[in-house]
């Protein structure tokens, strides 16, 4: 367990330098990244913290993973990777990228969650992609992490919308490195700044229930 709990409020102040200026973000330096302390075998991200270019085309942040990164990773002790200033690229879509190059040093023996943000839909609470060529041991990764959820009485889909099929999105990058890797997928309704306390409140204990383990399996 956790040795200490993280709240929404800790959640929604986590994400005011995000959300600043309609989500461009205000940190000086636009990738944030955090140490693992505790455990290292497990390095989370959020590509889409902040508004973002892909192509040519402004598209816009995945509001509340940015905030919900910063905060996992340092309860739980483990690496976090966040585009935290909006740049003219995008992290999970661009092959060449300073977010990937941040994640270079966190290779060895880690498993990488890819936190993202979708519209509310199918009456879905998560959605959780496994990539182009999952591995046996990202199949266990998203198999844990679903179950976890699902046991919170959240609605969990594996693999049907969102399965991180572009070859540059941060779980194909790990995967062609030999890491376990999953893209979690978490709809409005579940985390800030449209979610409701008590759903947002099951998610973020959910996750550092589930996290807060010595390996993923």
Not at 17 to 32: A, K, M, Q, T
Not at 84 to 90: H, I, N
Not at 103 to 115: K, N, P, Y
Request: proline fraction near 5%.
């Amino acid at each position: 367990m956790p040795s200490s709990r993280k709240t929404v409020a800790d959640w929604v102040a986590a994400e005011k330098d995000f959300e600043v200026n309609s989500y461009d973000g205000r940190l000086s330096s636009p990738i944030e990244v955090i140490r693992d302390s505790t455990r290292p075998w497990l390095v989370l991200t959020a590509p889409h913290a902040v508004n973002h270019w892909r192509k040519g085309v402004l598209k816009v942040a995945d509001r509340g993973t940015g905030g919900l990164v910063r905060i996992l990773s340092y309860e739980l002790g483990c690496a976090g990777v966040i585009n935290a200033k909006q740049v003219y690229s995008d992290p999970a879509y661009d092959y060449e990228h300073a977010f990937k190059d941040a994640l270079e040093q966190f290779e060895a023996g880690a498993v990488l969650i890819d936190f993202h943000g979708m519209m509310d839909q199918r009456d879905l609470d998560v959605e959780i992609g496994l990539g182009l060529f999952p591995t046996v041991d990202s199949q266990k990764l998203a198999t844990y992490l679903g179950s976890k959820l699902e046991e919170a009485d959240l609605r969990v889909a594996h693999n049907e919308r969102y399965v991180s099929p572009n070859p540059g999105s941060i779980t194909n990058w790990a995967l062609a490195r030999d890491l376990p890797a999953i893209q979690v997928e978490m709809a409005a309704r579940v985390r800030p700044p449209l979610g409701s306390e008590v759903a947002c409140a099951i998610v973020l204990a959910t996750l550092q229930d589930a996290l807060a383990v010595g390996s993923a399996g």
